[in-house]
T-cell receptor, first 113, second 113 residues
């Protein structure tokens, strides 16, 4: 049981480039989300999904796009990378939205130069 | 606007001592308060969680104390061990934000042997 798998683990982008961070879970969880972690700011929610075909914005959605075509996968797209998007990105999944544990992937460390 | 404020930012304790991390929240609709533990290079993992129908929850050496009237909750780690050295995040969810965890800024705990 792999849990939540994120790829790649590390990435360096040039300003203006686009890329997709991959996230897959094998726990049949309906709820998935993306967070970014920055020093001194904790984790902030970027986008989330309550099921296939349903997505919504979190606290810091600008510059990011998501889609959810299957229960298992929830990719995060950076449309035109900026240095301000240098961060560690975490994908998480949970069985439901109420009082349940969120399982996190191991993160993607992204540097935009 | 940080809806969950966490302190201290860093904490150093000796082996066997008590580690205390405090969090305060603003949104009175929050009714689920988990704590996550994160080791370097890993994603956060749920440590312990509480709902406001109880004032305290204990799991082994870890205890959450909850004060609803003050809108504060804290994590106590008894008999702290070097293996407890990690970053700890408090979080909150509830009301219209179920599933959308709002995290504190994080506390880096170092336990000296």
């Amino acid at each position: 049981n792999a849990g939540v798998t994120q790829t790649p683990k590390f990435q360096v982008l040039k300003t203006g480039q686009s890329m997709t961070l991959q996230c897959a879970q094998d726990m049949n969880h309906e709820y998935m989300s993306w967070y970014r972690q920055d020093p001194g700011m904790g984790l902030r929610l970027i986008h989330y999904s309550v099921g296939a075909g349903i997505t919504d914005q979190g606290e810091v959605p600008n510059g990011y796009n998501v889609s959810r075509s299957t229960t298992e996968d929830f990719p995060l797209r950076l449309l035109s990378a900026a240095p301000s998007q240098t961060s560690v990105y975490f994908c998480a999944s949970s069985y439901s939205t109420v009082y349940t544990e969120a399982f996190f992937g191991q993160g993607t460390r992204l540097t935009v130069v | 606007q940080q809806q969950v404020k966490q302190s201290p930012q860093s904490l150093i304790v000796q082996k066997g001592g008590i580690s205390i991390i405090n969090c305060a929240y603003e949104n009175t609709a929050f009714d689920y308060f988990p704590w996550y533990q994160q080791f370097p290079g890993k994603g956060p993992a749920l440590l312990i969680a509480i709902r406001p129908d109880v004032s305290e929850k204990k799991e082994g050496r870890f205890t959450i104390s909850f004060n609803k009237s003050a809108k504060q909750f804290s994590l106590h780690i008894m008999d702290s061990q070097p293996g407890d050295s990690a970053t700890y995040f408090c979080a909150a969810a509830g009301g219209t934000s179920y599933g959308k965890l709002t995290f504190g800024q994080g506390t880096i705990l170092t336990v000296h042997p």
